[in-house]
């Protein structure tokens, strides 16, 4: 009777322990199911017309970066130094096809001068240029979003006082690493333009950018 009883026990235990586990296995095929609908496969581009990915298809580790004032570099008439800010005049190829592109830190850094430039040469007819890049700027900061606390502090200025920071010098900011940035650009300059086949299309093309 005890034995009987016993074995009833060890078959309980066992169907409940089978239960457990079928339950388990289904749960986790489940939660497998749900995370690969989440995760999206990895995508292929053939690189024509519209057909290519929305960033760089790199890995950007994480660095820090304590602002400085910077006085002795980039002053508005140091075009030596604003000129290497641009590895391969900017662009750089990707694809099978050695397709051109620039990036939107290239074009960031491009209006920078731009006003730069501006300021400088005071041209009216380089203002169309200087507003598209105030324009542009203003959104990519607002994209970026940094949201690195710097401390205020009241400051007398124009006859009153005035909420002011020390220009966020020595302040650290968490960023992306820029060298690798760079350092893939030098590695991937773009093709050398062919100026004679250019030419002869020159009208079509101008005419496509609305010249």
């Known amino acids: 009777m005890e034995e009987s009883t016993s074995n009833k026990a060890h078959i309980f235990y066992l169907f409940i322990y089978l239960a457990a586990t079928t339950l388990h296995v289904v749960y986790t095929v489940q939660t497998v199911h749900v995370l690969d609908e989440m995760v999206p496969a990895h995508k292929t581009y053939t690189w024509q017309g519209d057909d290519y990915p929305d960033q760089l298809p790199i890995q950007l580790p994480a660095v820090a970066l304590e602002m400085a004032d910077g006085e002795d570099h980039y002053d508005l008439h140091n075009d030596e130094e604003w000129s290497a800010m641009f590895p391969n005049d900017g662009f750089l190829t990707l694809g099978p096809e050695n397709r051109t592109f620039m990036m939107s830190m290239i074009h960031q850094f491009h209006c920078l001068d731009v006003i730069r430039v501006g300021m400088v040469a005071n041209r009216t007819g380089s203002m169309h240029h200087v507003e598209h890049c105030l324009r542009y700027l203003r959104q990519i900061i607002l994209c970026n979003s940094d ?39 030098i590695q991937h300059p773009p093709a050398e333009l062919n100026q004679a086949a250019l030419d002869g299309q020159k009208e079509l093309l101008m005419s496509a950018e609305g010249y």
């Open 147 to 185: 949201v690195t606390l710097e401390v205020g502090r009241p400051r007398f200025s124009d006859g009153m006082w005035r909420h002011t920071t020390d220009g966020g010098s020595g302040m650290v900011h968490r960023c992306k690493d820029w060298t690798v940035v760079r350092d893939y650009m």
